[in-house]
């Protein structure tokens, strides 16, 4: 009799531990990196959505495209949420990062903007066009000079085509290659500038009404959710992608932005 009782009190242990650490398991908050801006605005919807599903996140916001995967290497963030494909992709090749994208979010239309002309076409001989200094959304922009007539890549070039690409440049445009994050505040002192989506929208630019040149609605440079590789499987990974393709959250993103940043679940 006396060992039935320790035999079921060890087994009413067993499960009470199991049972908390379960418990622990469902609390934990998860860290999610996103850069300042409509990733960050739109994450804060994402955050209440998961709530009702238990999933508690917190957002760390950044200001450049380097640390947040820097990040989630280090296992200082379980998520991010700020970058495209082409761009993890990149990432993972420079990097040897293993990381793994969960689900697609959001896409942001890049546009060139300008202080001093109102058009491409009246650009002068010479003039500096500023473009993100990262491969891929630097390569983004001249393939969009390239669509509009101003320049000329080579045939092999693909989405990460740079400056040494250029195999034609009639007005001899001057690339001027800078930090994403500086080409809003540089259009004083430039020609011209292609500025991302979601800087643009920080900066008060608006893509539709505002850029001279402005890249088309079908793109490969969808938003996506990048987790580590080992935790892909993971239940939250499934609640925090579940959340943002939420009604709610899509809802958000047409309101909000206007049709300057498209939901693409």
């Known amino acids: 009799m006396n060992t039935r009782k320790l035999i079921t009190s060890l087994l009413v242990g067993l499960h009470l531990a199991t049972a908390a650490l379960t418990a622990q398991a469902e ?7 996103v850069t300042a801006g409509p990733h960050a605005q739109i994450l804060e919807v994402v955050k209440k959505v998961a709530e009702h599903d238990g999933l508690k996140i917190q957002i760390i916001e950044f200001t450049d495209y380097i640390q947040p995967n820097a990040a989630l290497a280090s296992n200082d963030l379980d998520a991010n949420s700020y970058q495209h494909l082409p761009f993890l992709q990149q990432q993972i090749k420079d990097r040897g990062y293993k990381f793994a994208s969960v689900g697609t979010t959001v896409a942001y239309p890049i546009g060139i903007y300008s202080h001093k002309v109102k058009s491409l076409a009246d650009l002068k001989e010479g003039a500096r066009v500023g473009i993100p200094n990262d491969p891929t959304n630097g390569g983004r922009v001249l393939l969009l ?9 080579k ?8 400056p040494l690409d250029v195999v034609e440049n009639p007005k001899k445009l001057k690339i001027v290659e800078l930090d994403a994050a500086q080409l809003p505040r540089s259009l004083d002192d430039l020609d011209a500038a292609a500025v991302n989506g979601n800087y643009a929208e920080t900066a008060g630019l608006i893509p539709t009404r505002d850029a001279i ?31 943002y393709h939420s009604d709610e959250v899509r809802h958000y993103i047409q309101t909000a932005f206007k049709g300057n940043v498209i939901a693409t679940f």
């Open 213 to 243: 040149a402005l890249e088309a609605a079908q793109s490969p440079y969808a938003n996506i959710i990048a987790v580590r590789d080992q935790d892909k499987n993971q239940p939250w990974v499934a609640k925090l992608v579940k959340a």
């Open 27 to 33: 609390e934990k908050t998860i860290k999610v990196g």
């Open 155 to 162: 045939a092999d070039a693909g989405l990460r085509a740079t």
């Open 145 to 153: 000079l390239q669509t509009k007539g101003l320049i000329k890549l």
